[in-house]
């Protein structure tokens, strides 16, 4: 396997052509499609399933060796809203849940009880109903797109990056990738592009007008937005990392070599992080008071303990021996990344945050390992000599096996908030916000409802929640009502065959707090993929399916067809 990750990737795009890569180039080799995807994250996926299920031949381009964005090479379990069984999300992300626990069912050895439970969830995490293995997600992804890849209706170019596009006016003629094995260039040629890429890299390069950070209260009106615009203010990153626990064992790693300047790190944010960033106490995401959580890989501890709370493997699923251990992924307060950016900066500077960040992650499991405190007071028991008594847990493992790379982390960052387009509509935090709701419409809380829309192609549901950002705001974490996702986010307002497909919609720093996670993600994606296929198979403009009230009813019911749900049932406020 070749194990590439997001450093790679960073380095061809941020930070220039590495040495490696500066053969001489032969003329680029070209390709047509009815619709080019660039980024095969969780949006791009559903994109390119969706446009094939339509009728059009696909391109779909990726910078790691693995589809699936958040849900494969960030390494993230989904995080999804309470009714996610029963309604809520489409047919064919229903179906990739289906398929992850159909995929343990069919090759692992699961107890009958775990082989029976209707709603099986392989790690019985805290903070999803489905918290599974990436690979697991990686493997059911291509089994999706499989049938479309054998009939050449879907061509997925894995390690391709995007380089530059050419333009007519208004009109994306095609874009470059690289290929980050050999250097070579191809040119992609389509009616119609989407941007479903982790950062927005496709906006820049076609010229797409966009918005980064915070948004001004002065342009948006909405209550939680800053006086003025601080676009270089974005929700932290995080490199996320897989461990299990083997006591009696050491698996310490080196010490990192900055891990001193991390551990002595006290965030500077408003309101204020309780100490420092490398301990048990945090700031309560909600309240903004001080809040302790615990850590226990024996499952012992009362309170929120972190090793439950992303848990991808519980063991007790499956037969006796099959796993050592519960296998936790660690995506948390303390390795969040919060010190600078990766959208639109020198190359220089987009190397020094992934590494730092990196250095984060590594320094986190190395506290654990070596000095966090241990609530049963115990000494980690290994073959090197630990910090004091009641500290470390020297039999925490650093699963790279998991995460497909050398070092250890995820091929790339969990990515909160990307580049989004100006959009022919942008979602405000008075559209969905509860309180901001209730403000609006003067209705009570139990009464009160998100913004309908008439174009909607689909429909979402999470709190509002943005994490430590790079301006120095600590959360910013509020009730949102269950919403919908209005055609005219998808939609730049000037490029007319470039539509977004994943959290790069029309939405602000507020809103993109709730419309970022997994299903929500892939209704974004499925939706474009969708619309740039019906566009292609009848010969009309994405803007006229948006203004043409005919058109708009038939694509929706399209839609509707193929298992998109468009409007919600009366629900209660997140």
Not at 33 to 53: M, N, S, W
Not at 80 to 105: I, K, M, N, P
Request: glycine share 8%.
């Amino acid at each position: 396997m070749n194990r590439r990750h997001f450093l790679t990737g960073l380095t061809v795009g941020v930070l220039g052509v590495p040495a490696v890569l500066r053969a001489e180039k032969a003329k680029p080799r070209e390709l047509r499609a009815d619709v080019v995807i660039i980024g095969g994250g969780t949006g791009g996926v559903a994109a390119a399933l969706a446009a094939a299920r339509g009728g059009a031949r696909v391109i779909l381009t990726e910078e790691t060796d693995w589809i699936g964005g958040q849900l494969t090479s960030q390494a993230v379990p989904p995080d999804e809203h309470a009714w996610v069984e029963s309604f809520g999300v489409t047919r064919s992300y229903r179906g990739f849940r289906s398929g992850v626990r159909g995929y343990y069912r069919r090759h692992y050895p699961l107890t009958p009880e775990a082989r029976a439970a209707a709603h099986f969830n392989p790690g019985n995490g805290r903070v999803s109903r489905l918290c599974h293995e990436p690979r697991v997600a990686l493997a059911v992804l291509l089994e999706m797109l499989a049938p479309h890849v054998s009939s050449r209706r879907v061509l997925v170019l894995t390690e391709h990056r995007p380089v530059a596009a050419d333009l007519d006016g208004d009109r994306v003629r095609s874009v470059t990738v690289r290929d980050l094995r050999s250097g070579r260039d191809l040119v992609l040629n389509a009616p119609y592009f989407l941007d479903a890429t982790e950062l927005g890299d496709l906006l820049p390069l076609t010229k797409t007008e966009y918005v980064t950070g915070f948004e001004s209260g002065k342009e948006t009106g909405e209550p939680h937005a800053p006086p003025e615009a601080q676009p270089r203010n974005q929700q932290a990153f995080t490199c996320c990392f897989a461990i299990d626990y083997l006591p009696g064992e050491d698996h310490t790693i080196d010490k990192p070599a900055h891990y001193d300047e991390w551990r002595k790190y006290i965030p500077e944010l408003k309101p204020a992080w309780p100490g420092p960033l490398l301990s048990w106490k945090m700031t309560d995401p909600i309240s903004l008071k001080e809040r302790s959580v615990s850590f226990d890989p024996c499952n012992e501890s009362k309170g929120l303990n972190l090793w439950l709370y992303r848990r991808i493997a519980d063991r007790n699923h499956f037969r006796a021996g099959t796993y050592p251990s519960d296998i936790c992924l660690v995506n948390w307060p303390q390795n969040d990344y919060w010190l600078g950016n990766l959208i639109d900066v020198s190359a220089e500077e987009g190397q020094k945050h992934l590494r730092r960040a990196k250095e984060l992650s590594l320094s986190l499991l190395y506290w654990m390992q070596t000095e966090a405190p241990r609530q049963d007071g115990r000494e980690s028991r290994g073959t090197r000599e630990s910090g004091s008594s009641g500290s470390g847990w020297k039999g925490l493992r650093l699963r790279e096996d998991l995460a497909g790379t050398e070092d250890g982390l995820a091929k790339y960052p969990y990515i909160r908030e990307s580049r989004r387009i100006k959009a022919e509509f942008t979602v405000l935090e008075q559209h969905v916000g509860t309180d901001a709701r209730m403000s609006l419409t003067g209705k009570k809380r139990d009464e009160v409802t998100a913004e309908r829309f008439v174009d909607s192609v689909g429909v979402g549901s999470y709190r509002i929640d943005l994490h430590p950002s790079s301006g120095g705001n600590n959360y910013i974490d509020i009730s949102s009502l269950p919403f919908q996702v209005p055609l005219g986010a998808l939609l730049p307002r000037r490029v007319v065959n470039l539509l977004a497909a994943c959290k790069n919609l029309g939405v602000t720093h507020i809103t993109n707090g709730c419309y970022r996670l997994h299903p929500v993600e892939w209704n974004i994606g499925e939706a474009a993929g969708a619309l740039a296929a019906y566009c292609v198979v009848r010969k009309v403009s994405p803007k006229q399916v948006h203004k043409n009230e005919k058109l708009l009813g038939d694509f929706q019911a399209v839609l509707r067809a193929d298992g998109v749900e468009l409007e919600w049932p009366r629900l209660t406020p997140r």
